[in-house]
């Protein structure tokens, strides 16, 4: 089993409707993110956690909110979607004092 | 503002050749530099992360060096094979300490031809 899930690995939606992407992590890391990446570009940060309690806005965070339900758990959340948040989202996580990310297989959403 | 650039986008190989991958950063300021491997359909993968205070890391054919007087940094793959075809992703972090927010070029997409 993958250490870092994503779900869903694929979702069409149509603009204006609210839709949620998981991320769970079997590693025990208390930091958990949300990139997402635009064909022809790196990955941007969207949000970001270091604990529970502790949730912070990345690069490019309008648009999008976050729930950390427990360390495991990380989800992102699109309240309107609109087209230009096609993309492909990746969840990821590091350990405290370690600078290595391990990332989720990725979501490509799509919204019509 | 930090950028990071990486050229080519694109590049095709024939098996067993050398072939090294440039990255580009404007700002030196950088805590670390990592490159990663990219396959569709799945993940990223850490190849070699660089410490602002080193010069290069070396992982089996892989060899990564890092200038950041001058904001470069080089992938070298040798002996190149089939199984390297993958977009390799190059990200700096910035200081004062490691935070796992990374900033990434776009990418430079490998062919291995057989």
């Known amino acids: 089993d993958a250490d870092v899930t994503q779900t869903p690995r694929n979702r069409i939606t149509k603009t204006g409707k609210r839709i949620m992407l998981e991320c769970s992590q079997t590693?025990?890391?208390?930091?958990m993110y949300w990139y997402r990446q635009d064909p022809g570009l790196g990955l941007r940060l969207i949000y970001y956690?270091?604990?529970?309690?502790?949730?912070n806005k990345g690069e490019i965070s309008d648009g999008y909110s976050v729930s950390r339900q427990a360390q495991a758990k990380f989800s992102l959340s699109l309240e309107s979607a609109i087209p230009n948040q096609t993309a492909l989202y990746f969840c990821?996580?590091?350990?405290?004092?370690?600078?290595?990310?391990?990332f989720g297989s990725g979501t490509q959403l799509s919204v019509l | 503002k930090q950028e990071v650039t990486q050229i080519p986008a694109a590049l095709s190989v024939p098996e067993g050749e050398n072939l090294v991958l440039n990255c580009s950063f404007t700002?030196?300021?950088?805590?670390?530099l990592q490159w990663f491997r990219q396959d569709p359909g799945k993940g990223l993968t850490s190849l070699l992360l660089?410490?602002?205070?080193?010069r290069e890391q070396t992982s089996g054919r892989l060899n990564a060096s890092l200038d950041k007087s001058s904001g470069r940094s080089t992938l070298y793959i040798a002996a190149s094979q089939p199984g390297d075809s993958a977009t390799y992703l190059c990200?700096?972090?910035?200081?004062?300490?490691?935070?796992?927010?990374?900033?990434f070029g776009q990418g430079t997409t490998l062919q291995v031809k057989p």
């Open positions: 590693k025990g890391h208390d930091r």
């Open positions: 700002d030196s300021a950088i805590y670390n």
């Open positions: 990200a700096v972090t910035k200081p004062p300490s490691n935070t796992g927010k990374l900033i």
């Open positions: 660089i410490q602002s205070s080193q």
């Open positions: 990821a996580t590091s350990d405290i004092g370690s600078e290595k990310l391990f």
């Open positions: 956690s270091f604990d529970v309690k502790d949730i």
